[in-house]
């Protein structure tokens, strides 16, 4: 973290473009709006400045629809600028000089960036701090630079001579393969004294800050660039399938950290995990698996493949066979779910307890050791410690206008295909007979049954074919 100035700021504020449209992603969606890796590109830019400065040092433009954009990334802290009318960044700085003008620097991220790492924003600080420059650009160079603006250096020195864009690009100028990332830091003082000399003499008529350099330059101020070990880190996506291939990218990233933390990944091409996702060491993701949101998922777990897991708090030693859905649940240690079990939001699975084949459930305890191991259905239920749900049972909990609660006491046993209509509870080591449609409470140790009375007639089977028959026969 930057050393403090007596007035509280630090020497940095961080100022991130997001006042575009990112009209070549054909989409109604504001640019920085776009996920990847389980959250908004903004969100990614803004996560990585958070290791440099605080949040409340973070200035965000905002402009194409404002409104959406600060609502999405709000709960980060950040504060905001408004660039009502969108004529180029040259333009969004001078929107945000009140705000950070009282900084000894800033540094300029781009919002639609989000593959860069706070270790490169920290070398970018370091480096302008270190040479004493009035503007310090972060260059890269990928394999392929067309398209981008190339930056000239004087010779083989820190020192830059120009940004040349590559419309403007001289036959020799073309084989340069270094490129301007639109990532910056800045003196402040050298910037605002010259920020007004900014034209909009060019294509789109705007203010653009690349033109700094050559102004910077002029007026014999330093500027230096500083290339980022890897390129990948300042691409932006101007299309869908740019989008796609961060997106790729940064699981690919992801994959990688968690692998050396411990966590073993079988095909990790294969698994979808999002950015803030944490799972403990000797876990082990099978192919095709999702790992979603903001869960936290234990050591020494299983998880097999075509399970889904989003915004779910998984303890240690769980296993999830194949086809699993889970979603907004908290899965106790030693808990077996699967295979193609449903935990819909506000699941609470306890320790050691097993919730099997197509059994789905809804605001649902279950206690240490209960079993529900085929094809029921538990919603808005409080299931003790041991019970035994047999196959086939329903709680029935909405009456076509509220929700009412099941509760099971500890260590009932619930036979199979058992409907049981809420509002009811069943006691302590009750048994419910297979087949009972339950309406009323069932008293600890007590039997409960509620089927119909079964009405048997011999040879009526025999009767109704020979009636057949001799219909079909007198036809």
């Known amino acids: 973290m930057p050393n403090q100035k007596s007035?509280?700021?630090p020497d940095f504020a961080i100022v991130i473009m997001a006042a575009g449209k990112g009209t070549r992603l054909k989409s109604s969606r504001a640019k920085v709006l776009h996920e990847i890796a389980g959250q908004p590109l903004l969100a990614h830019v803004i996560k990585a400045a958070q290791q440099i400065v605080p949040a409340g040092h973070i200035f965000v433009i905002v402009g194409h629809q404002a409104e959406n954009v600060r609502a999405a990334v709000a709960p980060m802290g950040v504060e905001f600028v408004l660039q009502a009318e969108q004529r180029g960044t040259g333009h969004a700085i001078m929107c945000a000089r009140e705000q950070v003008a009282s900084y000894q620097n800033i540094l300029v991220l781009s919002g639609d960036v989000p593959l860069?790492?706070?270790?490169?924003?920290?070398?970018?600080?370091?480096?302008?701090?270190?040479?004493?420059?009035?503007?310090?650009?972060?260059?890269?160079?990928?394999?392929d630079p067309f398209g981008y603006g190339r930056v000239i250096?004087?010779?083989?020195?820190?020192?830059?001579?120009a940004i040349v864009e590559q419309k403007a690009l001289s036959k020799a100028q073309q084989k340069e393969r270094e490129i301007n990332s639109g990532i910056y830091a800045f003196a402040t003082k050298p910037l605002f004294a010259n920020i007004d000399r900014l034209s909009t003499d060019n294509a789109h008529h705007e203010l653009y800050l690349t033109d700094m350099a050559a102004l910077?330059?002029?007026?014999?101020?330093?500027?230096?660039?500083?290339?980022?070990?890897?390129?990948?880190?300042?691409?932006?996506?101007?299309?869908?399938?740019?989008?796609?291939?961060?997106?790729?990218?940064?699981?690919?990233?992801k994959c990688s950290d968690l692998m050396a933390a411990g966590v073993s990944i079988y095909r990790p091409e294969t698994c979808l995990i999002d950015n803030d996702v944490q799972i403990g060491p000797d876990t082990i993701l099978e192919p095709f698996v999702q790992i979603l949101g903001q869960t936290r998922i234990g050591s020494g777990c299983r998880i097999r493949s075509f399970t889904i897991i989003s915004d779910s708090q998984i303890a240690d030693n769980v296993l999830f066979r194949p086809g699993c859905i889970v979603d907004r649940s908290t899965i106790a240690a030693g808990a077996q779910l699967g295979?193609?079990?449903?935990?819909?939001?506000?699941?609470?699975?306890?320790?050691?307890?097993?919730?099997?084949?197509?059994?789905e459930t809804k605001k649902t305890r279950?206690?240490?050791?209960?079993?529900?191991?085929?094809?029921?259905?538990?919603?808005?239920s409080d299931i003790g410690a041991g019970v035994n749900v047999g196959a086939g049972t329903i709680t029935c909990n909405y009456d076509g206008v509220n929700k009412h609660m099941t509760v099971i006491e500890e260590g009932a046993f619930i036979g199979s295909d058992?409907?049981?209509?809420?509002?009811?509870?069943?006691?302590?080591?009750?048994?419910v007979g297979a087949g009972s449609t339950i309406t009323k409470n069932v008293p600890a140790d007590a039997l409960a049954l509620g089927r119909s009375p079964q009405i048997t007639k011999d040879g009526w089977a025999r009767d109704r074919r020979e009636r057949q028959a001799k219909a079909k026969a007198g036809k």
């Open 7 to 9: 007035n509280g700021n």
């Open 116 to 143: 860069i790492r706070p270790e490169t924003i920290a070398r970018l600080r370091d480096f302008h701090l270190g040479k004493k420059a009035a503007m310090t650009i972060l260059t890269a160079a990928p394999t």
């Open 153 to 161: 250096r004087a010779g083989s020195s820190d020192r830059v001579k």
């Open 216 to 253: 910077l330059v002029k007026s014999k101020a330093t500027v230096v660039a500083l290339k980022a070990s890897d390129a990948a880190e300042v691409l932006g996506a101007n299309t869908l399938a740019e989008l796609s291939s961060l997106d790729a990218t940064m699981r690919a990233r």
């Open 339 to 359: 295979p193609y079990a449903h935990l819909r939001p506000g699941s609470e699975i306890g320790e050691g307890a097993h919730v099997g084949n197509f059994v």
């Open 366 to 380: 279950m206690g240490r050791g209960a079993k529900a191991n085929h094809l029921s259905y538990l919603g808005d």
């Open 418 to 431: 058992s409907t049981l209509v809420a509002p009811v509870r069943i006691g302590k080591g009750a048994y």
